[in-house]
Each structure stands twice: as C-alpha cells, then as structure tokens.
C-alpha cells in the first residue's frame, strides 16, 4: 500500500475545501487556535511513518487523554470491578448531559463521555500515590517523548469553565460513584485534557491498540491482547460522542476524537493514524478530520468491516 | 483454525450452563419456543460448514430480517436520499421507544430499531412492485433455498400485538416520514419478521456481509463492497438494541439479534456465525447466543479489534 | 361591581394592541379564521350578561370541549376507577408529548392533554349507546341552546391531521389503558373538537362550575358540588397546556383553552367569563385572551386568591 | 363554622388510621422524628384560633421556608427581572431533577421545586448584606416570636448530604443563572430548610397569604395584594412536587409542603391551617396531613374552588 501517496491525495484535496465547522469556544484559550492548522500522520506497523502538513506540531488532545485513563484504569483494576462503576454503551445524547446519568443512577454510559472519564479520573486517584505524574510518564513510556506536558493556559482557563464538569461530579457523588474530594478529581481530569501532544506522538502512543498491547519500538507487552480488544470495541461504539455511528459508518475504524480538533483511528494490525484541524462540526468532531480519514480508507480501500 | 474443536468446547460449555433469561412473550405464538434449544453454525469463507445441535431447525429470525431489508432499501435507493430518512446512531433508548423519534423530529435513529426498520418497509412498499415476493425472493438468491418463507401464526400473532409499532408509525406519519398506508407498511414489517430460517441458513444469507458483498458459491457480487462496509459498521453499532456497546465489548464483531433468539455475526473475510438459543436477557438478546459468540472469539483468539 | 365598564376598558386597550401570535395552523380549515376577532361575555350569577366584540360569533371550541367531556364521565362512572386511567397532575410538557405516557406507562398525566381525552372519549363510547348525540345533548341542557352542532368541515380538516393522535391511541392501547376500536375513538373524539359555539354559549354552559353544580336558569343540580370543585381544580392545574402556572399567576382563575382561540375561566360562586381572540401564544393558548383576562382580574381586584 | 368540632373529627379519626408512609431518611439528622407526631393549627382571620395535637412543638420547616424565601425576593426585586430567572409552571418531575433544568438551559420551573429555591437564595445573597439575620428578622416579624431559629444539627446534616444540591447549583453556573459562590449560596439554602417552627407558629406567619399581605395582628401591610395573588397562585400549582394536582383536587387550597412532614394551607380571606406528621408518601408530602386537609375542605364544604 503506497500510504504516502494517499496523504498527498488528501493533502491535495484538502487544500480546495472550506470548512464551515467552528473551531471550540467553550474555553477561551482554545478559540485562539489558528483554524487553518491542518496535519496528518499514519504509522505503520510494517513500514513506518508518513505526514503531511502541521504533523509535529503539539496541540491540545482534549478528550483523546480519556483513551489513556481508561487504559490505566484497566491496568490497576479488573474488568468487573471497573465496569461495575461506568458502562460501554454508546450514549445517544451530547457529551456532558446529565440526562441519562440521572435516569440511569450515577452510572455513566461509558468511559468516553466526562461523566464516565471523571469516574475513571475518581478510580486513578484512589489507586495511585501521584496520579498526574504517573499519567504523564504512562504517557512518555509510549512515545518515547519525556517532554510532553499540560499546557498551563489551558489548564487554567477550563478550571473556570468546569461547572458543568463539577455538577456531574456532585451528582455522582450523590449517588455515591465518587469517591474523592470533587475538587481532586476536577483538577485530575482538566490535567488529562490540557496534555498537548502532535499527531506523530499520537500515532506513536496508540500504536499499542494497533499491535496487540505491545509498544512497537521494543516489543514490550504493555497491555494484554484481551483488553486491547475491548479498548478498540468500546472506540468503535463511544469514540465519537453522539457521531460514533457516523465515524463508524463513513470511516469504519475505532478511533477517538478530541474538541482540540484530533482524532486519532486504529487498524489493528497494519496502522494508527492521526489527524489534526480545529474547527468542529456541529457534534463537536473536527469536520476534516473525519473527512480526511473517510477518504483513507477509501483510498486503501479497506476497513475493519 | 480448527473451528469444529471450539464450536464442540461451546457444546460442551453449554450442557453445564443455565440460562437465567426468559423467552420472548409479546408475541403468544413466540413465547411457545422450547427454551432448551440450542444450535450454532459457523460457515468459514476458506473452509466451509461447522455446527452443532440444533443448527438445521428453522426459528422466526424476527429484526435479524431488518439487515436483509436495508441491504434491498441500499440496493434500491442512493445512500444520501435513504439516510436522510433514517439515521445512523445506537440509539442509548430501548428498541421501540417513542421517546426519541419525538425528540428528533420522526426521523429513527438507525435502521435496526423498530421505527427505523418500519421507514426502510415504507421505502421498499414505494420502489416495489410486489414487495413481500421480492424479500424472499431476496433470501432465497442468497441461500439457495427456495423453501424459506414466513410462519402464517407468528404473523397472525404479531398482526394482533402490533400497536406499539402502530404508534410509532402515526407519529413519523405525522411528521411526515411515511408515505404509504400505515396498515401496508405494517403488514410488510410483521411479513418480514416472522420469516424463519436455520442457523445454517442465515450464515449462508449473511456470507455477502463477510465476502465483500459477493455470494460464496458463485462469487456472484450481489452488493457493492462500499456498501457491504456500511452495512456491517451498522451492525457493529446498532445490532444489538441498547446493547451494542457490550456485544462490541465482549465480542468484537459486527452482527444483529432477534428476538426469536438468533443472532448472527460476521468477521469479514473470514466467517459467519449464527447462534439460536431462544432465552432472552434483560436486554433482549438471546443470553447463552451471546455467551457463546464471546467463548467464540475468545477461543479463537481473533476478533475485529 | 360595574363588569359592563370593566369590559369597555377592555375593549378599548385592545383596539390599541398588535397580537404577535399565530392563528392555530395545524389544521388548514383551521387557519382560515379571521385574526382580528375578538369577542368577550362575562355571566355573572348576580347580575346576568355582559359582553362586546364577537360574542356571539361561534367559533371551533377546540380543547374546550374536554371540559363537558370529563364532566360527562365524572357523572358515568366513579371518580376511583375513573382516575386510575388518567391522573389529575400537570403534564410539564407540550400538549399532545408521547415522552410522559410512555415513561408512564400509558396513564395519561391528566384529562386535559390530548391522550387523556382520548382516554375520556374511550370510556364515553363503552357507557354510551350514542356517544355523540350524547355529547350534544348534553351541550344543549346546558346552554339551552339545540342548535349548537359540529363544523363538517373542521371535523374532516382534523381526521385528515390525526396522526399524531392516532399514535397517542395506539401507544395507550399497547399499555392496555383503550378498550374500543381506535378509529372509532378517534372519530369521537375529533368530533367533540369540533363543535362550534359562541362567547355567550360557553359562559353559559360553563355557569354550572361557579354555580355549585347547579344550572342557573332552573337551578337544577347536574353536577354534584363536590365534582365541581375538582373539575375546577383540574382546571387550575391543567386547563392551559404547559402554561397553566402562567395563567395562574397571572389571571388567579380556573379555566380552560382551546386553539380555536377560546378560553373560558370560572371565579366559583360569581361569575364565568369567555374571550375569544385566534392567534396563539407559542404555548398554544390565545394571546390576547389571556390578556383580557389578567386585565379582568386586575380592574376587580379579586380573583380565587 | 365550628372549626374546633371539625379539628376533634380529624383528630379522633386519626386515632384509627395507620400511616403508610415513611418519615424522610435522606438525612439522617430528620429520620430521627417519632412518626407518630400529629398536630393541627387553624388561625381564622374571624374567629381565631384551633387546634389539637403536637402543634405548638417546632419541627423542621424544610420547604416551607420557599414560600418566605419567594416573598422575600419579591419584596427586594420587580417580577420582570425575578421571574426572567425562574419560571412558575409546575415540574412534572420529582423536586430534585436535573433533567428539566438542563433542557430548559438553567432556568428552573419554579420557585418552589430545589433549584428555584437555589436562584432565589442567589438573589437573596445579592441584595442583603446579612442574608440569614435578614430571613430570620423576617419570620420574627410575621410571628411576633423571636425564639425561632435554626437546628444546628440538621444544619450541619443536611450539609453532609448535599451533592445533588451542589449538582443544580453548578449546572446553573453553567448556565450562568447563579451569580454568587456555590458554598455561599447552598449554606444560606439549607440555613433556610432548618428553621424550626411550630404549626401555631406557621398559621401564624402564612396570615399574610391569607390576609391581602397585611399582618393580621396590626393589620400593617407586608406584601402588596397583587404579590399576595401571584404567591398564592404558585402554591397552588406547584407547592407539592410532583402531586400539585393531587392536593389540588383532593383539597382545593393554595399551600406548601415540607420533608419534615409539615403542611401549610391557605383559604384567601377565611384562614390559614397547618397540619404536621411526619411519615411522608411516595411523592414527598405528608400522608396524614395530605388526609386531614382533604378532611378539613370536605367538612367544612367549601374551599377556593
């Protein structure tokens, strides 16, 4: 399969459209990203890297972190005892609504919507002694890539807009499914989600979901093949908030977007790729992004499916 | 692979287990089943046919009919005009809820729910001549088996217990999304559900889903690999009612259940599998087809993801 | 009191006002009506009949008539059994949701939404020979007026725009909560709708809620008081669709609107009054109507509380 | 009318009822009450005052402190601006929902229902300089009883069991509809619904709802008639929960319900009545005391309706 070739399409192609998406405005300091900004990277497990356009360029990953949490998760705590607490159904409702947590007591949809990722956040706290340096060097030991860091701003500007996070946290605690200081965890996940990283390090980090749980550069089992599967099933069915139908049945891969404008997919066994442009469609996924992986797997003309 | 020992460790499984779920009762003629029943057929594209138990008797394959009816609805019509009618979303709600056509304006969250199914019935009723001949005679071109055909009592039945799918029609009727005789578009939806066919029969059916859309025994293209692609990202995501996301969690392939208690899953390029134990779960899939489906690529060791 | 003054006031603030709402258009025999008119009658117990404007132009009385229709059950049947298949709360949501029936299993919140009087209509035809000449009889003893009839046209306008009702009946019917035919409810129901009468005939009939039971001119009791008082404390809750605190608040009566744009209140033991002003609020009710009525309020300075 | 004679007939036919409901637990602090407390207060504006039973021992007055807290902010602030931030229609929902409240984007439906009663202690906060001294003074004012203060220890209990509170309060923020500190705003809330009063004590007080807004003791105006009109007209449709309409067709009066089993009742110009037991129904409110005034109103014949 010439990969390269098939960015440059895309490239080309990408270059005669006009998104009509809004890049999110819901934190100030990510409304200040230049919507033009656009990269692509796909890592092959055979052949290696190929890019094109902003590919090193580190932005905000946003709810792409929530792959990782859900991941350490699963690596301190069995199965049951984890999916006793947050479920793997695709949620049918926006992002943050508090709807269903009610009608459904306490027990988010899945780990892929806040409510499910503050519970995640809530069970990484209890089980390690520092959490945000652990997530980070979890995230350094994929990548090989010791500088990846929050950025500063962002953090500071979503902990004045997490209202909306704290009442789903007040919420669940109510129903006991927290059990933290609400402001521990608050501060825990806005960590999470104020990681910059760049589509080659993305592509890199979730090279494990592609290789069965190893990390290519040595081999390296980090999570077992078991849970790989399950990881890749539940982005298959919740990576994509309200759209996971919609990336499911236009692009046809587990993937996992975030509001920073990334989405990252998975072709277990031949590839991970990554892509980056900023402005959103209306169910809060990088319009482009989706595009551009539609056109891959046309291109290859393969899928999962 | 040696698909007979796996499918003969599930039959041994089987005999030690005890389904806690209950047979489906809506419908009187249903709820006669003997819950005890119990096959399973996989047909492998590489090496053919493998079973066990009751896997030539034929039951009512029920919304298993509703892929075979969206695959005659994407033959018909282009994609664009068709998924303007209904979406491609799991829908988070149980399978015949009203609650969310209304939220959504009459347009069904995804072909798989009953109003979904019942909009793809009023699509075929409108590009057909004679549509209840054209649906078998669409699954007899796919098994070779010209016997197939609907049981009259499970119709009669369904006919007499139909007003919730009623409800659902005058409310898309309302809002514009049906456009024939709502007592037509009934009757060709409870035609089409009470079809019966064996496990071997619906694995045979289902083999274009795993084939790139050609039929195995004359590699005869019936549907075109682009579509066959959307098809089975449907399957993956909304097959299961509100239980998709675990089906994917535990499983890890594409398919659709009914409430008869067969369901079928696909791993394309690889197999079909179909599974018939009439026991259902809370849920309403069949709970020992889904055990044993899990047992199945767990065994295996190959799934999807 | 000087109501006749009162009015004139009335009046004239009116001839300076613009209604911004929209005349009833979901029916098209419906949206025919003439925006401009606007007619008042007040019928005070004490001192007889004060009005101007239209009325005694008979105009489509709409959801006016689940009033007489309720009445005519409460005088069939026992309030228990009666009020174990439609509740007496507020419904919270627009006037004709299949959200709420069916998150309650199909026991209409209250006899003034339309799956409540559906409900009402249903119990009508299994305790009447002739429900229909029933129901205008019934109109008939009360206003002492026998040519009060149904528009032909209205009622056929309305069969034809019934889906969405037709959908409220066969939900109810999947709970079990409809015994008759649909279509026949149905009929019945649009029919009551569809009657036609004047300001002056409905304060008229509706003298019996603020007279005790009693009809003014023989003082014969048709109603005992104690199913006046909660025949109008229904009203109070729920006589006004999603606004029934609204015109609490605003107006301090029990009453009762309809699309037509009619609205009757009662002050028990004073008076009735009936305005009629088509274009509709966005919740459905007429919007000079409900100013009319604040107006009346405030000028006497009295109201129920 | 012989109020005493009614009062003993409720009383002695208490002696054989037997509640079935439940003295509220959420709290551990309340669910200590003897659940055989009964006691009835009425204050006629004529004649003076009734009663029998445990009414002049204090117990929590929980939600009844709304209905002070509503006529405070409106005393304080013109009914545009106050009534742009909360609505007055009825819920529909139970009174702790988060489902209303994030479809209707932060404005609650009412004042009564816990997430009005939060907006209102923000608007409190916002224009008193000591908010608790300045709703105590109030109440010392309406009783002439300065000993009326809070439990400390429910205080303190109810604050160990607030996260749902927290919940409304930040979705609120979100929604920009709360403008002070969340801890500011729930400590003032639940100052409020620990105040301890007796049934005289609350008759006494409520005068003013039944009185024009003149305190009957000086006959000195509290309120102006038409906020008294406005206030009463919320009681009436939203002053129990989910079951307004019930209490309005059982009792016919204006009124507010409280957890800690109390009821308060309003006949605008004839009296008011306050009834305490603690066991609660299903929906919220008193069992017994729902019972003694649906009594009262029948004994007596007549009620606003």
């Known amino acids: 399969m010439n990969y390269q070739q098939i960015l440059d399409t895309i490239a080309t192609e990408y270059l005669s459209m006009q998104s009509t998406g809004k890049v999110a405005s819901y934190i100030p300091e990510l409304s200040k990203i230049d919507p033009q900004k656009f990269g692509m990277h796909l890592y092959c497990i055979n052949s290696g890297h190929y890019s094109f356009g902003d590919n090193n360029e580190r932005f905000s990953i946003q709810s792409i972190s929530k792959v990782f949490a859900l991941t350490r998760a699963m690596l301190l705590m069995n199965d049951?005892?984890?999916?006793?607490?947050?479920?793997v159904e695709p949620s049918g409702d926006p992002f943050n609504s508090l709807v269903q947590l009610e009608y459904e007591n306490g027990i988010p949809r899945n780990p892929f919507i806040n409510a499910g990722a503050l519970v995640i956040s809530d069970i990484l706290i209890?089980?390690?002694?520092?959490?945000k340096e652990d997530f980070l060097s979890f995230i350094h030991s994929l990548t090989g890539t010791?500088?990846?860091?929050?950025?500063p701003k962002v953090f500071a500007s979503e902990k004045a807009y997490s209202h909306r996070n704290a009442a789903l946290l007040n919420l669940m605690k109510a129903f006991g499914n927290i059990t933290n200081d609400i402001e521990t965890v608050l501060d825990f996940y806005i960590f999470q989600c104020s990681i910059e990283m760049s589509c080659k390090e993305l592509s890199t980090a979730f090279m494990i979901y592609a290789n069965?749980?190893?990390?290519?550069s040595d081999e390296h089992q980090i999570?077992?093949?078991?849970?790989?599967?399950?990881?890749?099933?539940?982005?298959?069915?919740?990576?994509?908030?309200?759209?996971a139908g919609e990336f499911s049945f236009r692009v046809g891969l587990p993937g996992k977007s975030g509001v920073g404008g990334?989405?990252?997919?998975?072709?277990?066994?031949?590839?991970?790729?990554?892509?980056?442009s900023p402005p959103l469609n209306p169910k809060g996924n990088s319009e482009l992004g989706m595009y551009a992986l539609?056109?891959?797997?046309?291109?290859?003309?393969?899928?999962?499916f």
Chains 1, 2, 3, 4 share one sequence.
Not at 146 to 151: A, F, L, P, R
Not at 267 to 275: A, F, G, L
């Open 212 to 216: 069965g749980g190893k990390r290519l």
């Open 223 to 243: 999570v077992p093949p078991q849970k790989v599967k399950r990881i890749n099933a539940i982005m298959q069915t919740c990576g994509f908030y309200d759209e």
């Open 80 to 87: 049951t005892e984890l999916f006793a607490r947050v479920d």
């Open 126 to 131: 209890s089980q390690l002694d520092n959490p």
């Open 294 to 304: 539609e056109r891959l797997t046309t291109l290859t003309g393969f899928s999962i």
């Open 146 to 151: 010791t500088s990846i860091n929050i950025n």
């Open 262 to 276: 990334g989405i990252v997919a998975i072709h277990p066994n031949q590839y991970t790729v990554t892509v980056w």
